[in-house]
């Protein structure tokens, strides 16, 4: 059995990390815009203010924390 060179591997890997955001990115925009719709929780924890970022960069940011989690196993 062959091995893949490292670098392609790693190739393989940012390849399917690209598609998996391309493919979850229109869920977690939904849920972002969902978000702001939605009534406010706190806005931080300790009294310091959450930061703002736009519905896309929110989307982005919850996509990124929840794909690594299809690549465990």
Do not use: C, D, K
Not at 15 to 41: E, S, W
């Amino acid at each position: 059995m062959r091995l893949m060179a490292p670098t392609a591997r790693l190739h393989q890997e940012a390849l399917q990390f690209r598609l998996i955001l391309a493919a979850t990115y229109p869920f977690f925009l939904a849920a972002a815009a969902l978000g702001r719709i939605a009534p406010h929780r706190e806005p931080g924890r300790a009294g310091i203010p959450a930061p703002h970022r736009s519905v896309f960069g929110e989307a982005r940011a919850m996509a990124i924390q929840a794909i690594p989690f299809a690549f465990m196993g």
